[in-house]
């Protein structure tokens, strides 16, 4: 779903509908995902492509989520559509959009609820790969192992 958020909002739509109250708990694995995807695709997606996905995308999930999921998981998927969630959350995006080390950040989301942290951790992934899809690669960037992606086409 992440890599058609921008290229497919219909088709990334479908996709976190059928998400929406998938699992079991008081805040379904589906929905902890969609969670994840959202503040992921408005913190990392470079200017306000991100926050225009976002919104786009959590008010069609927060539409319907009223009676296909629990009412904590509703409200909590209408915050990460307004762009708030959880301090672990939070501070693991912040990891990934600063390219510092995430996994601090990842083990203390990885505590919360029983499978609640890595659901949402895996939404992050789908909101990272969709605003990575989203961005033209600068053939200057440099990669962790320090070569250009200009280098690593060579």
């Known amino acids: 779903m992440g ?3 921008a290229t497919d909002p219909e088709r990334a739509g479908a996709a976190a509908l059928r998400l929406i109250g998938l699992g079991p708990g008081l805040t379904p694995s ?6 994840g995807l959202l ?10 492509t991100g926050a225009r996905l976002a919104t786009a995308l959590g008010a069609r999930v927060t539409a319907h989520a009223a009676g296909r999921t629990t009412d904590l998981s509703a409200a909590l998927l209408g915050h990460a ?11 693991l995006i912040g990891a990934v959009g600063r390219g510092h080390d ?10 919360v609820g029983h499978t ?3 659901d949402l951790s895996l939404g992050v992934l789908a ?19 320090g070569r250009s992606a200009r280098e690593q086409r060579a």
Do not use: I, K
């Open 81 to 91: 559509a307004r762009g708030d969630g959880c301090a672990q959350l939070v501070d």
């Open 102 to 111: 995430v996994f601090p950040c990842l083990r203390r989301l990885l505590t």
């Open 116 to 118: 609640s942290g890595a």
């Open 127 to 145: 909101g990272a790969e969709a605003a990575c899809a989203g961005t033209p690669l600068d053939p200057n960037s440099r990669t962790p192992e």
């Open 39 to 48: 503040l992921a695709l408005r913190h990392l997606t470079p200017g306000p």
């Open 3 to 5: 890599r058609h958020v």
């Open 30 to 35: 589906g929905d902890d995902a969609l969670c």
